[in-house]
């Protein structure tokens, strides 16, 4: 099955919809994502882009090509110039990491240290509490 994200005139992601593959496959074979994109526009109207399921921080995880970078979901932003996905920033202080498309705390998260499941980012001080 392949995802596909409707996104509006702001490249806000609205909804994300599933398509058989036999819509998205050509009369050779190959998968192509317009082939999807136009059924979805011609039913339900809007502007789609393909998304991968298998694909966070640039890494599928099946193994095979990452796709945009993140899976769709609603409220994320699709950038053309990196063409990813993106979350909302969920704080002012984090930062876009290029390469994975991810927001990352100034701070690293306290893996391994006792307790650590029960953290909680903290912006007035900006650190993990």
């Not at 390469?99 to 953290?119: L, R």
Request: charged share 20%; net charge negative.
């Amino acid at each position: 099955m392949a995802h596909f994200a409707e996104i509006d005139e702001n490249n806000i992601v609205l909804r994300v919809n599933v398509v058989n593959n036999e819509v998205i496959t050509d009369g050779d074979g190959v998968e192509q994502e317009q082939l999807g994109a136009d059924f979805l526009t011609g039913l339900l109207g809007g502007t789609w882009k393909q998304t991968s399921y298998n694909t966070l921080g640039g890494v599928h995880s099946l193994g095979g090509t990452p796709f945009r970078k993140n899976y769709a979901n609603n409220g994320y932003t699709y950038d053309a110039t990196r063409d990813a996905f993106i979350s909302p920033q969920p704080y002012p202080s984090w930062t876009l990491n290029e390469d994975t498309c991810q927001w990352e705390a100034p701070v690293a998260f306290p893996f391994g240290e006792a307790g650590s499941s029960f953290f909680e980012w903290d912006e007035e001080t900006t650190n993990w509490v």
